[in-house]
């Protein structure tokens, strides 16, 4: 199996291709030099969903309690709800273990990429890295659009491009490496207009047995060709 970078352009992957730093970089660019990314954070979403998880079945156990034996049409009509609070009671389970999972961080070559032009991405992982069976990482490119239907504010986000960087069931390739890609020019640059945009990051993950999976994202700025 091994690893695999990705190719330069397009979804599925071809022969990989290996290229230097500074390839494709256009004098006097801003966009030279490395920059060191952090991943979000883990803590927050625990946090978010926990009080989340407690709040809902704070409400929703005192009801269900209150009409046992006095109102069994109630007591029906509440068990959907209990089901809820136990799916976020597992989810509060899941997201406190996979603060445990090994971490990664990452350098990017140039600080802001543009399209058309060469990335370069080195990786270190920290932690238990022995227990991830495979690993992989990805630019993705998503789109990101708001708007109101009646009263209500609705945000969609699809991801419009997948780009493998990085991929190996190989445990001593895990630990830190590094992979090039050229940036497609036939795509949408980070920007932001209005209620849309378009974001890109880079998603490390880990496939883990028997224990939450890594994930970990990296916000990236993609500049638009020179």
């Known amino acids: ?9 397009g979804r599925t992957a071809r022969a990989p291709r290996r290229i230097p ?7 006097g660019s801003s966009s030279q030099g490395s920059l060191e990314l952090k991943p979000a954070g883990r803590v927050l979403p625990f946090s978010l969903i926990t009080l989340f998880a407690l709040v809902w079945n704070g409400f929703t156990w005192p009801f269900f309690l209150s009409s046992l034996g006095n109102d069994t049409c109630a007591t029906i009509f509440m068990i959907p709800f209990l089901l809820i609070g136990l799916g976020l009671g597992l989810a509060v389970v899941y997201t406190g273990l996979s603060i445990f999972n090994p971490r990664a961080a990452l350098t ?10 060469a990335l370069k991405m080195h990786f270190t992982l920290s932690g238990r890295v022995d227990r991830i069976e495979k690993l992989k990482i990805v630019l993705e490119g998503i789109e990101q659009a708001t ?15 997948r780009i493998l ?4 069931d190989q445990q001593f390739m895990m630990e830190r490496g590094s992979a090039s890609t050229v940036l497609p020019i036939d795509t949408m640059p980070s920007l ?4 849309s945009e ?10 883990i047995r028997r224990w939450p999976d890594m994930s970990d994202t990296f916000a990236v700025t993609i500049a638009p060709k020179a």
Do not use: D, N
Not at 108 to 117: D, S
Not at 165 to 168: G, I, N, V
Not at 198 to 207: H, L, N
């Open 165 to 168: 960087l990085f991929e190996t």
């Open 108 to 117: 990017l070559e140039p600080a802001t990429p543009r399209l058309g032009e």
């Open 21 to 27: 730093p500074a390839a494709g970089m256009s004098k």
């Open 198 to 207: 378009i974001k890109w990051q880079i998603k490390v993950s880990g496939r």
């Open 192 to 195: 932001k207009a209005g209620s």
């Open 1 to 9: 199996s091994g690893a695999r970078r990705a190719p330069a352009r």
């Open 147 to 161: 708007y109101r239907r009646g009263t209500k504010t609705t945000t969609e986000t699809s991801t419009f491009r």
